[in-house]
């Protein structure tokens, strides 16, 4: 009993009004057909009154076609009527639910807006700026204070490389015998003599002319 008074929705309604244009529609191409039939029969009977001389019967079955075929005529307006009838029928179905779905997102729009605290937001955006610089700004602190610890290690390696490379290059006689010199502290006044000492200019002016410079 609950499902027989059951309120029809609105796609029920177009539903069973889009049955019944359906059923109207075949109905009026069966009369047509009917009515075609009627007519191909009354043109075949006026020849055949014309060809016994009979003028009186060739009038009147004459008349009888004219009608016909305004009816046959007046099927297609009708049919062309029924076929618009649906088609608006699916617009209009179509343009409710277009309505419903918008309706809908403008609930949940206004359920989201209620929700939503610009200032709020505003200010949340502000803080993760401030704490994003400060990280940022820590992790270059770091990453400074690592390179510094880094580059003093290696400063001893560096500099030593760095010798090597100009003893390799003024000779090897030199770079041996800055080797086996006495090493001595920076506080030691007397290492630029000792250096000078541990090597002549004797020699280098033959290291110099071994390499090619007067």
């Known amino acids: 009993m609950a499902g027989f008074f059951k309120k029809k929705t609105v796609d029920d309604v177009i539903k069973e009004q889009t049955k019944e244009l359906r059923g109207t529609q075949r109905q009026i191409t069966r009369d047509r057909s009917s009515l075609e039939k009627q007519e191909k029969q009354l043109e075949m009977e006026i020849k055949k009154m014309a060809k016994t001389g009979n003028k009186e ?25 029924v076929t618009s009838m649906s088609s608006q029928t699916k617009l209009m179905n179509s343009q409710m639910k277009m309505a419903g779905a918008m309706a809908t997102t403008t609930k949940t729009m206004q359920a989201v807006n209620k929700k939503m605290d610009p200032q709020k937001m505003q200010q949340t955006m502000q803080n993760f700026q401030k704490e994003n610089m400060k990280m940022e700004m820590s992790e270059e602190l770091i990453n400074d204070t690592l390179d510094e610890i880094f580059d003093e290690s290696g400063d001893e390696e560096e500099s030593d490389s760095i010798v090597n490379q100009v003893l390799d290059e003024i000779g090897i006689e030199i770079s041996g015998k800055m080797v086996n010199a006495p090493s001595t502290s920076r506080n030691n006044p007397t290492s630029s003599a000792t250096k000078s000492d541990g090597i002549s200019d004797e020699d280098i002016e033959r290291q110099l002319k071994a390499l090619g410079v007067d």
């Open 57 to 81: 019967a060739c009038t009147i079955l004459a008349k009888q076609l004219v009608q016909l075929r305004r009816q046959k005529n007046r099927s297609y307006a009708v049919g062309s009527k």
